[in-house]
């Protein structure tokens, strides 16, 4: 298949995946100029959760916009940005209480590297391996889910130190509880022998891997990460920018693993689209932040925060949580059944809309070409869908939260034409 890319004029820094010169979109649906349909399940790498252009957000960002389209957080008070704040920790628990905001999850993610140094006075940071965190130098610092990423950016953030993750390469034993104990014992070893817990100020995690491969990793090593930061009065950091506002079923994935983060890093599904994300912590904790020590020009923009607010009812008034949920479990149990007929499938697995289907060649390794192949027959055929994994051999699932059975079974029945098309 013939990719496009963009003029000469634009950077080729971007690879462009699908050929589609986008018109408009609606829910679930994109159209590109000549007309064509295409049924958009990556949302925008999980941003659109209320699907494109949900009409109460539009009236919003376009009341919003004939209003003011920039105040400056700094200059000028807006009642606006508190009401925001509250409306995010009213679905969180009690001690998040105080929210920073920022424009895209890489700058969210800096704010929390720099608040947990300011909060503890320690420097270094412990994250896992396959994690993503973003691309501006110190997010990319923490970002082990592929090398591409990090090639020829080095020297990189110091004081930063990666521990095993239960997935390690490939769909394998993740869940024995034998590869767990290991990667806990593996972390309280780096605590022995390279970063001490008197100098150790955060550990960061996906709770639920994203471009490493869609994996939530068993309950028991989340919490194990959680007790040995307890132990050792360690800040535990959950970059939810991908899982957050619905994704898996739930508000927030750290739900799933009965524990709850120190600071959760939010963005993405937050404002349907528009540029916005933040850190959520403790009051306590956010000021010890010395004020003025941190901050930026534009966020957060007030068409943002219109987009949020709006956003963040409509996640509520129209269930779109537990339709994550239930429509989650059709999908899944969807690939499931494909999984049981097509061998070149080795593993499906997710929490409510954020679902990973790996692929293996038949020699063992992983399926990277048949991944490719499956979503470009897709794409082909409507369905625009993305990999992710470290060889990028997982076909990612991320619809919007409003998608229904419907529109499960139509993409299914299009998935499983391009694997027999692929597959032959
Ligand atoms: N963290 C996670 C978990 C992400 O999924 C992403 C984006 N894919 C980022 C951080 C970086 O966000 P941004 O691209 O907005 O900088």
């Known amino acids: 298949m013939s990719v496009k890319s963009y003029s000469d004029s634009v950077s080729k820094v971007w690879p462009l995946f699908t050929n589609v010169d986008v018109d408009y979109g609606e829910d679930i649906f994109l159209y590109d100029r000549q007309g064509k349909k295409f049924i958009d399940f990556t949302s925008g790498i999980g941003v659109t959760n209320t699907g494109h252009c949900h009409p109460r957000v539009v009236n919003a960002i376009k009341e919003q916009s004939e209003k003011l389209l920039h105040g400056q957080t700094t200059i000028l008070y807006n009642s606006m940005i508190d009401e925001l704040a509250n409306s995010i920790i009213k679905i969180l628990p009690d001690e998040l209480n105080c929210v920073f905001f920022s424009n895209s999850g890489s700058e969210a993610v800096e704010s929390a590297i720099k608040l947990v140094r300011h909060a503890t006075g320690k420097p270094n940071i412990i994250c896992f391996q396959g994690g993503y965190h973003g691309r501006s130098i110190g997010a990319l610092s923490l970002t082990t889910a592929k090398s591409v990423y990090r090639s020829g950016y080095q020297p990189l953030m110091s004081g930063v130190f990666v521990s095993p993750h239960p997935y390690f390469k490939q769909h394998s034993d993740e869940n024995s509880e034998q590869r767990v104990k290991q990667c806990l014992d593996e972390l309280d070893h780096i605590l022995n022998t390279q970063t001490s817990p008197d100098e150790t100020a955060a550990m960061i995690m996906e709770p639920i891997l994203g471009e490493g491969g869609y994996i939530a990793p068993p309950k028991a090593f989340i919490q194990g990460v959680r007790d040995i930061c307890d132990k050792h009065n360690i800040l535990l950091i959950?970059?939810?920018?991908?899982?957050?506002?619905?994704?898996?079923?739930?508000?927030?994935?750290?739900?799933?693993?009965?524990?709850?983060?120190?600071?959760?890093v939010i963005a993405k599904g937050i404002?349907?689209?528009?540029?916005?994300?933040?850190?959520?912590?403790?009051?306590?904790?956010?000021?010890?932040?010395?004020?003025?020590?941190?901050?930026?020009t534009y966020a957060p923009n007030p068409l943002s925060i219109a987009a949020a607010i709006e956003t963040i009812k409509i996640l509520e008034e129209d269930n779109l949580v537990s339709n994550s949920e239930e429509i989650g479990e059709y999908l899944l149990n969807g690939l499931q059944k494909m999984k049981n007929e097509?061998?070149?499938?080795?593993?499906?697995?997710?929490?409510?809309?954020?679902?990973?289907?790996?692929?293996?060649?038949?020699?063992?390794?992983?399926?990277?070409?048949?991944?490719?192949?499956?979503?470009?027959?897709c794409l082909s055929k409507g369905l625009i869908l993305?990999?992710?994994?470290?060889?990028?051999?997982?076909?990612?699932?991320?619809?919007?939260?409003?998608?229904?059975?419907?529109?499960?079974?139509?993409?299914?029945?299009?998935?499983?034409?391009?694997?027999?098309?692929?597959?032959?």
């Not at 679902?355 to 048949?370: A, R, S």
């Open 271 to 296: 404002a349907s689209g528009l540029p916005l994300s933040g850190i959520v912590a403790n009051k306590k904790m956010m000021d010890k932040w010395i004020t003025g020590s941190h901050g930026g």
């Open 342 to 377: 097509y061998p070149d499938i080795i593993d499906v697995r997710g929490k409510g809309l954020m679902i990973g289907c790996e692929f293996v060649e038949e020699d063992g390794l992983p399926g990277t070409f048949i991944a490719e192949k499956v979503r470009e027959n």
């Open 238 to 264: 959950f970059d939810e920018i991908q899982t957050g506002f619905g994704r898996t079923g739930k508000y927030f994935a750290f739900e799933h693993f009965e524990i709850k983060p120190d600071i959760l």
């Open 386 to 424: 993305l990999t992710c994994g470290p060889y990028n051999q997982v076909i990612r699932w991320i619809p919007p939260l409003t998608t229904k059975k419907s529109d499960v079974d139509r993409s299914l029945s299009i998935f499983e034409k391009a694997l027999k098309q692929t597959l032959g």
